[in-house]
Structure formats: structure tokens, C-alpha cells
């Protein structure tokens, strides 16, 4: 079992910046694929980012890409995901997620999910 616990989220205004954290427990951190997805309200799940196991390798959804940057301390079992120029789109709460070898965007293919952490893009 891995536990994932998100924090960093709140209200910005449009064209600001914050940092989510994921703190990770349980399991070595280290063996897992981390991702970063989110959900606003009314609309489906969706991918965000993820990063391999050694944070050499990270892949953004094309929303996010040259805005979020992900990357991970596998010292200190935590995945962050930095979110600069964020636009009112970006609202909604934000899940990070771990899994297994490999690199996928489906949900289905992380086995453990933190709680989420609500990002409020005000324009």
C-alpha cells in the first residue's frame, strides 16, 4: 500500500503561480510512476503529468505543457507539481496518483490516489 497526501492547492489569480506537493508513505516511493491529474467540476478525471521512478523522464498533457512542470524527491517521498501562467481553465481539484513500470496517462493504470487538493484559478 502507498498513501498520498496533496497539499499546496488554493485561490490565485489569473496568470499566478503555486506548487502542489504529494507526500508519499508506505511502499518505497521510489519503485513508482507518479502522475498528477485533475477534475473540475462536471467534467471527467483527466491527465496532468507524470514522472518516472528516477524523475528522469515526464510527460505533460498538451493543456499544461511549458506551464506545469513536474518532478519528484525521492528522498524525501514527494512529488511536486509547479504551476506557472495558470489560466481559470485550470480550476479544479487535483490529484497525484502512483503506479506501477512504464508510462501511462490512464487512471486505470495507478493503483493508489491521494485525496486531492482544490486549485481556484480566479480571472
Known amino acids: 500500500q502507498v498513501q498520498l497526501v496533496e497539499s499546496g492547492g488554493g485561490l490565485v489569480q489569473a496568470g499566478g503561480s503555486l506548487r502542489l506537493s504529494c507526500a508519499a508513505s508506505?511502499?518505497?516511493?521510489?519503485?513508482?510512476?507518479m502522475g498528477w491529474f485533475r477534475q473540475a467540476p462536471g467534467k471527467e478525471r483527466e491527465f496532468v503529468a507524470l514522472?518516472?521512478?528516477?524523475?528522469?523522464?515526464?510527460f505533460y498533457a498538451d493543456s499544461v505543457k511549458g506551464r506545469f512542470t513536474i518532478s519528484r524527491d525521492n528522498a524525501k517521498n514527494t512529488v511536486y507539481l509547479q504551476m506557472n501562467s495558470l489560466k481559470p481553465e485550470d480550476t479544479a481539484v487535483y490529484y497525484c496518483?502512483?503506479?506501477?513500470?512504464?508510462?501511462?496517462?490512464?487512471?486505470?493504470?495507478?493503483?493508489?490516489w491521494g485525496q486531492g487538493t482544490q486549485v481556484t484559478v480566479a480571472s
Open positions: 508506505g511502499r518505497t516511493f521510489s519503485n513508482y510512476r
Open positions: 496518483a502512483a503506479g506501477g513500470s512504464g508510462y501511462y496517462t490512464q487512471l486505470t493504470k495507478y493503483a493508489y
Open positions: 514522472i518516472s521512478w528516477s524523475g528522469g523522464n515526464t
